[in-house]
């Protein structure tokens, strides 16, 4: 009973200031971004779409996990391709590249450069060809039936769905930008909330910054005044804010309606409550993910980076397997494994090409078919690239080494 609720609270820690609190500052950065902008920056997006895919393919490539989850809202909507989708989540790297850029730099600037490279390839095909993504989707979709709210899986072009009205100035599921609900009491503390839950962010902030500094090393679970303390505390309560927000606090603070982008903000407060709204959404989904995790870690004793370690040859699929796992947490452990020197090099890379990070969440919760279906279209290039790295061009240039570009 401990164990079960040592790992809960271990996971609402970690999963706030390792994950939540570089997402903040991610989707924070790009709405100021908007508001300064007055919106031009997706209008921007809408109006060139043959250079949305790589746009995708940048965003994703940005340390962390905020730039391609401000992709997937955009998709939802209908104003960007699957193509895009499919080079967004390919090119992200997730937390996990906080840890590599860190302790392994040279291995980071080339993995994540082939990984670029793989995904935008993908997405312009999935564009412009389709790669059979229709009969993919059509056998998803025997699995389970269709979960969209916006854009279509197959997209040949940036067209809107059929399922929605975007002839009039506003889409007609556009984003709440208010409160819908007012309370004497629960309106002025949700605001509160909010106010402290930034608090929490900017600790969560630093505290994870220095953690991935120091190699993403142990962390007690224990209360004081020292780091493992302070880690503890601003992790906790940072993901019990983040619950209270999503749960209750949208209503009465604004951002009723989640996983949804936003075409121009009114004021910075209000940009502030989009990304804090945007960010406990994610928070909750990968809390989830971080407790199924490692629940399975603790009953089972299944160590998923120990058993791609130890594939040989096979790694770079192990690698690639391993970043089918929702959320950052099996691959910050992955990176860990390889910064220690315990992997190789094409394994890294077929993981940087397959895992999502926590970016796939809000498209799981709105449209998990096209989750599932862009999850097959990264995990395909990964093996092929990771695998082609192992036999091909990894012994010529040192690549199948373990340990190589760590410092």
């Not at 250079?51 to 955009?74: E, H």
Request: glycine share 12%; hydrophobic share 50%.
């Amino acid at each position: 009973m401990n164990e079960v609720l040592e790992v809960l609270l271990a996971s609402l820690r970690d999963g706030y200031v390792q994950v939540s609190a570089f997402v903040a500052m991610t989707v924070l950065a790009f709405g100021l971004l908007q508001y300064k902008t007055g919106g031009a920056v997706i209008g921007a997006i809408e109006d060139n779409e043959r250079l949305q895919v790589l746009f995708g393919g940048f965003l994703g490539l940005t340390p962390g996990c905020g730039g391609a989850i401000v992709v997937m809202p955009l998709y939802v909507r209908g104003t960007v391709s699957f193509g895009t989708v499919v080079a967004t989540l390919g090119a992200t790297a997730g937390d996990s590249a906080f840890v590599i850029l860190a302790l392994a730099p040279e291995a980071a600037l080339y993995a994540y450069a082939i990984a670029f490279a793989a995904s935008v390839t993908t997405g312009y095909l999935v564009d412009s060809i389709g790669l059979g993504v229709g009969r993919v989707d059509a056998a998803v979709a025997k699995l389970s039936p269709a979960m969209t709210d916006g854009g279509t899986v197959v997209d040949g072009g940036i067209r809107p769905n059929p399922a929605h009205d975007y002839s009039g100035p506003t889409p007609t599921h556009a984003h709440a930008s208010g409160p819908d609900r007012r309370s004497r009491v629960l309106t002025p503390l949700s605001h509160l909330v909010h106010v402290a839950w930034w608090g929490t962010a900017i600790a969560g902030l630093l505290f994870g910054t220095i953690y991935l500094l120091r190699g993403g090393p142990e962390v007690a679970l224990t209360l004081g005044v020292g780091f493992d303390g302070l880690f503890t505390v601003v992790g906790i309560v940072g993901a019990v804010l983040s619950l209270y927000l999503y749960a209750v606090g949208r209503h009465y603070v604004g951002e009723g309606s989640i996983a949804r982008a936003r075409d121009s903000f009114r004021s910075a407060y209000d940009t502030l409550t989009h990304a804090a709204m945007e960010t406990s959404f994610v928070t909750v989904w990968v809390l989830a993910a971080f407790l199924v995790y490692e629940y399975a870690v603790l009953f089972t004793g299944v160590n998923v980076a120990t058993i791609a370690a130890a594939a040989g040859v096979l790694a770079p699929i192990g690698g690639a397997a391993v970043g089918l796992i929702p959320g950052c947490g099996p691959q910050i452990l992955l990176a860990s494994v390889y910064a220690e020197g315990s992997l190789p090099f094409s394994a890294l890379t077929a993981n940087s090409i397959a895992q999502d990070g926590d970016a796939l969440f809000p498209l799981l919760a709105v449209d998990a078919r096209a989750a599932v279906v862009a999850t097959v279209y990264n995990f395909l290039p990964a093996v092929v690239v990771g695998v082609a790295l192992n036999l091909l061009w990894g012994p010529v240039f040192g690549m199948t080494e373990f340990g190589f570009g760590v410092l």
